[in-house]
């Protein structure tokens, strides 16, 4: 997730990837990380077959560097899009 000028990036793990992208676009929880720092933009994600590999996946994003992370936007969505809309069409 980030915000609309891509300074801020939260990475989260969860089984209920569009359910969950609601709660952070609606702030329903108002003291989160991601509603203080209106990250309301989802511009990258990954599936994993097991909750064990996304959480190890998570860990090792949140340990990176922000260019880290910040190349690994870029590889799926360039041109930081918001991806929520698409996930929805699918």
């Not at 991601?34 to 599936?47: D, E, Q």
């Not at 690994?72 to 041109?79: E, G, I, R, Y």
Request: charged letters at 25%; glycine letters at 4%; aromatic letters at 14%.
């Amino acid at each position: 997730m980030s915000n609309k000028y891509n300074s801020v990036l939260y990475t989260g793990v969860t089984s209920e990837l569009i359910s969950r992208i609601w709660d952070h676009k609606n702030k329903t929880y108002p003291n989160s990380f991601t509603a203080k720092y209106n990250c309301t933009k989802l511009v990258y994600y990954c599936f994993y077959p097991h909750i064990e590999e996304a959480i190890a996946a998570e860990k090792t994003i949140k340990g990176s560097s922000k260019e880290y992370k910040r190349q690994l936007v870029k590889s799926m969505n360039p041109d930081w899009k918001n991806l929520y809309d698409g996930l929805l069409e699918e």
